[in-house]
Nanobody, 125 residues
């Protein structure tokens, strides 16, 4: 069955970097859309980045463009989110999500079917 597990979260100072990993299993990565989302306390879950592997295209929220980069390692069935120049407002629980849509282009949580448990990212001095 489809399973996703995030890792790589932690505490980092403003301006620092973190690399999140999403280990996947139970499906062929190329046939699913994968997204990164985040949710801060008291706020709604928001989309960060999405990749449609059939298209090989990535999409980013305006708030992270130029700072975050999404990528994949097919051999490891793993998706990554490289986060640079982190800011306090990036503090949130980060989730990896998947949907069996080859060409899904969306940063809406409701469009994704399967979710990992999340990993905490805290940006603070």
């Amino acid at each position: 069955q489809v399973q996703l597990v995030e890792s790589g979260g932690g505490l980092v100072q403003p301006g620092g970097s973190l690399r999140l990993s999403c280990a996947t299993s139970g499906f062929t990565l190329d046939y699913y859309a994968i997204g990164w989302f985040r949710q801060a306390p008291g706020k709604k879950r928001e989309g960060v980045s999405c990749i449609s592997f059939s298209e090989g295209r990535t999409y980013y929220a305006e708030s992270v463009k130029g700072r975050f980069t999404m990528s994949r390692d097919n051999a490891k069935n793993t998706v990554y989110l490289q986060m640079n120049d982190l800011k306090p407002e990036d503090t949130a629980v980060y989730y990896c999500a998947a949907d069996p849509s080859h060409y899904l282009i969306s940063l809406l949580p409701r469009d994704f079917t399967f979710w990992g448990p999340g990993t905490q990212v805290t940006v603070s001095s």
